[in-house]
């Protein structure tokens, strides 16, 4: 149903940055490497570089998300591209010619890409169809779909500490039925040849058919830790507690948080990972989250690399370094 | 009641852009040109000139327009200004000495220029009067007075494809009688020399005296439509609607509203336009919104080039080459 | 309770900007005299300095000041460095969790600078004390505590005009009870030896101890501006007034609102100062506001000057000059 293929140019090379599926695993590696490189700007006193100076950039969110905005406004200004925020309502994109018309008006200003947040699955698809050949579309969370850039910061994230993906065993927590984040995770994961993918979940909260995905599932949370190198925990929706699917936080956090205690049952040097913004005492007690295995704000500092490197390589359609080098 | 002379500086160069009128055909020919020069700049891979470094403009928007605001914003950032974006209440303005006070305040933080957009006509006028001389004040919409960049992005587009003001016929079509974009386009198609300009319209939508504008008024599509080059098609203000001035969204679309039908009566090589945002089935149906002969998505991309012209001659107060060769 | 020494670094240096107790008569000389030299950037055709390039200085607002804001932002932008406006609710600061999770998350996104605005006292104390070392935090107005920035741009403007702070008696009117700017403005003037210190207001509007203060409390108008240098109007907070602290608007204004009869029995040369934004009619009049004795838009041109020295000084932690010259 959906193209997969829409994201690469004729050579290969990303075009747009939608859904982890459809790309392979040089291409994933590619991205990881390039976020490396501009890892060490990030860092340096002058955290900026002229790659993308003259773009403008366009962050299109139907729903909002100030970190995200945030994280994307950040990785443009330090790619020296300009920045404009536009929040758009969704009501809007009901009447499907009003939200082409507004693309098209944007495109007609020279815009050179959109990163567009929405809450409807298949949105950033929907955009990335309808642009003309010289504009990019980054997907930054689209309903329950995908959200491919959180998923490539955790594996950038993951490959720091644990190098070599094809001997992992890492295990998703949570709400894995409603979560772009964990659907991208898989994915990605499969992608880089992770061997054992287990989510742990209540029932309802987990895919009806998780074979389908090649992931072992899990109802309690002990049973499915033993022996992981990495826990994702995923951020509890508040909705999904009023949609009456869990009898309560107090409850939930007995059953599926992370204490200290829980995690003994891991690996010595496992890690623990969440996308944030975390829910204290829900998801993890404050002892896991500012712990020793916490990776949670590295995560956050390698998000901006890993948006600089795709915002870069999608606009660029070569390597950073050769761009670098020809010019 | 409006001195229109506040617009030019003792050399008779742009110091404020408020209104087409007082101003003469060389000097908006010369914007036209400056814009033309610039339209090079945005097709750019770095779509950046320096000329406005270090300058601050202030989108001063006590109405909102995202769309607007959009404009003026990349127009000012390509010229590698800074930019303020500030959304104030109209009801400060009720108070004038407030109004002054935020005016007099950004001009002590050194801000170089006011694009003002407010619900009442004669606002931008009125704040041109009062800074001080090194600020330059350009008109974005003022209630039903005037929007003279709209005008000119429309002259350059005609000019675009037209080449001749002085041999054309052309057509404005809807809400004449409140449309700011109307009158504008009217004193510009008049000072650049247009012999013909017919409204087309409603009695209820045409101004009283029509004939004091010089134009000439056709209440059937089908005749004013007959032989023309141009058609602008105005935005319908819904709230005109709920007025009770016309029965019906779907009435209008029937009496006035343009299909390829219709347009068969004008000129073969005819051109289509719309200040947009377009009502699809109101004002146009989409066959011709997205046709051959719509030049629409040209109007929001001339938009950019002619706002940075006007933003760069007014702060510049002689021709662009020439600063450029001076300093 | 508040440790002041969390503003300096291991050499003395600014590193935070909190409040001005604390800071000695040379440090504060140091700001004045830094904000000195910028004073001649901002007048310049190209306002801009590359002191803060790559740097992100965001601006953490958990209450509504867009004038504020405005300034800041300014002379961000003016040193180079990239700006992010954050508006954040208060209500996120009840759970003190999630207001430093939001902190170490920018903070792990390497952003440099905090600008700081709050409705509770303490809280940009609360935020240094919580920043990694590499990160400083200005206060831009915390509850009732301090706004030292206003401060220290009121004595820019006196010295600009008066010379020697040791030679000067200075008044006070209004709110100075709730007034951050005053108690900061004590602090400044105490701290750069202005040796008498007045403060004028209703009872109700007094501290209980003003002795503790080293200021001399006038309930007449007349009475404490006899024969001062200098008189600083405070804004009146509507909120007190409704707060049945004051009868009417008209009874505050015929008790305490400036007029050019009250001003008379100052010092010939005395100047008057107003925090903005001024409720004209209630704290003075427009003739005093708009009089010649008014330095109330120099006071907002300085601000600029002062708000980069002091994110300049804080950011380089070493003279200016001294940091321009290493490079």
């Not at 970190?67 to 809007?92: M, Y």
């Not at 964990?182 to 998780?210: C, D, N, W, Y």
């Not at 995560?299 to 795709?310: F, K, P, S």
Request: net charge neutral; proline share 4%; hydrophobic share 40%.
């Amino acid at each position: 149903m959906i193209h997969q293929d829409i994201q690469l140019d004729e050579n290969g090379r990303l075009r747009h940055f939608l859904t982890i599926e459809g790309l392979n695993r040089a291409l994933l590696t590619e991205i990881l490497d390039t976020a490396e490189s501009f890892s060490g700007v990030t860092a340096q006193s002058v955290k900026k570089v002229p790659l993308l100076r003259g773009k403008t950039i366009v962050n299109l969110f139907f729903e909002a998300s100030t970190r995200t905005r945030t994280t994307f406004e950040l990785a443009a200004k330090r790619l020296s591209a300009d920045v404009l925020n536009l929040s758009l309502s969704t009501s809007a994109t009901s009447k499907g010619e009003t939200l082409l018309d507004t693309l098209h008006n944007l495109e007609a200003m020279h815009c050179d890409m959109f990163i567009v947040r929405h809450s409807e699955s298949g949105a950033a698809h929907f955009i990335a169809q309808h642009v003309s050949p010289h504009t990019s579309v980054i997907n930054a969370g689209d309903g329950q779909h995908a959200h491919p850039t959180q998923a490539l910061l955790d594996m950038f994230t993951i490959r720091r500490h644990k190098l070599d993906f094809t001997r992992l065993t890492v295990a998703i927590v949570g709400d894995i039925l409603h979560s772009r984040v964990a659907r991208s995770q898989i994915h990605a994961m499969t992608t880089l040849g992770v061997p054992e993918i287990r989510v742990i979940g209540p029932q309802t909260l987990i895919p009806v058919k998780p074979e389908s995905l090649g992931v072992h599932v899990y109802h309690d949370l002990r049973d499915g830790l033993r022996g992981v190198d990495v826990v994702i925990m995923l951020r509890l929706q508040k909705e999904r507690m009023l949609g009456a699917m869990l009898p309560s936080e107090h409850e939930y956090f007995r059953l599926y948080g992370l204490t200290e205690e829980k995690l003994a049952v891991t690996k010595p040097d496992a890690i623990v990972m969440h996308p944030g913004p975390i829910n204290r005492g829900v998801e993890m007690d404050s002892a896991v989250a500012d712990g020793q295995r916490s990776v949670i704000l590295q995560q956050v500092t390698h998000g901006i690399a890993v948006r600089m490197a795709v915002m870069s390589m999608a606009m660029q359609r070569h390597p950073v370094g050769a761009a670098a080098g020809e010019k």
